[in-house]
């Protein structure tokens, strides 16, 4: 169209850019139907299907999402993916803007809550296209889910060693969660079953280097499927729930599924759900109040005292010297619950313990990068300024100094657990998986 180009030329050179927005729309306007007719008669089909349905809305229903054609869809959507993949490579710049460092003397650190606010904002600009990925070519057959994993198993790649691993941990947000199930929802919607869909999200989750879906926004997903779905996922949890990437999550109830899990069953199952809080009392001591309203509910009344006993073991974390051949009484560890993490196995020696969190994220536990201090006899805060978490052992004798841990607070990762000994700093650690 070589009349085309040469008026597009002589616009561009002889009106600013808002005069050509205005002499655009005027122009439109001015058309009558016959006039219309023979301008979409030039234009492609998708060009005046969309430029049609603007114009029909402009009167009758202004406030409607504006109609959009596919070829600006696909010029949003490239733009976001370069978007996404301008922070992945920038993850890997020591110099980067990702890497912050308080004090020279202090070990730079990967700032993986700016990263994963990065990446959840690429994600909601994605997110109104996934109705429209069957009809882009650029996405017709796009595994996003193979992209995401992939890619956040490549934050920090191109830093030297002594950054140490990366630990995604919570790097993934509710956009990009909302994302990822509604792109496998919309791959999957034709041959595959609910939870076949979220089966290859779980193997996926399980096999990664470390990432997590965001909790509530996985929870609300579900329970916003039809109720065919929700039952149909249900039956695959309760059928493959012992296979391995299954097993830990659904019966944690501090991980990303556990959630899913007891929701579904207390709708639709309710003798599955008891099961599940019986045997959640020991993580969640909440989980034992439909477990004790059912036991008077049946009139059970023996049942009563163990389960009560098992929930004030969750309530003070008593488990913990227990399990390590001592008893109640002898060692109540106490841990701040906004951490999401119980104590799991303890040293008996007043001078250094160690800590491994029993709580599991995704199925494996989780392991805090190397970017925190802590100073021992008091709560000091960590080289972002945020409050350490305190644990401390108590005896019937009298109590030991509260030693401080790691916090989960905002910005960096930090591991839930470490040793302390008695007089000195801690140097980072790796936690434990």
Known sequence: MPRTQSLLSLLEAGFSDEELRTLLAEALLALDKAGLDALCSRLGEDTATTLRTMLSRLDDHPGERPAVSLDRIGQEWEEAW????????????????????????????????????????????????????????????????????????????????????????????????????????????????????????????????????????????????????????????????????????????????FPVYRELAQRWHPPVYLALCRDGISSDWSLAVPVLEDILARRAFAEADGVAASALDALLYLTCAARNGGTRGTACSWISRASGTAPDRMSQSPDSWTCWPASQRGGGTRRGPKCWTARPSSCSTGIDGTGLRCISTRSRTGATPAWPIASSGSGRRRSPGAVLPRGAETSPSDGCR
């Open 82 to 257: 370069s978007a996404w993949d301008g922070i992945i490579e920038a993850s890997g710049d020591q110099h980067g803007d990702f890497v912050e460092q308080e004090n020279h003397w202090e070990p730079p650190c990967l700032d993986l809550y700016a990263i994963a606010n990065g990446l959840d904002e690429v994600a909601g600009r994605l997110l109104p296209f996934v109705q429209h990925a069957s009809d882009l070519e650029e996405a017709a057959d796009f595994d996003l889910l193979a992209k995401v994993d992939e890619d956040l198993g490549n934050i920090g790649a191109g830093l030297p060693e002594w950054f140490g691993d990366v630990e995604l941990g919570d790097v993934v947000g509710p956009r990009l969660t909302e994302l990822v199930l509604r792109w496998e929802w919309h791959r999957g919607s034709k041959g595959t079953t609910p939870f076949a869909i979220l089966d290859r999200i779980r193997r996926a989750e399980c096999d990664s280097e470390g990432w997590t879906l965001d909790r509530e926004a996985l929870r609300g997903f579900v329970s916003r499927l039809p109720e065919a779905a929700q039952q149909e996922i249900l039956r695959g949890l309760v059928e493959h729930g012992r296979m391995a990437h299954w097993a830990g999550v659904l019966t944690d109830a501090h991980s990303t599924w």
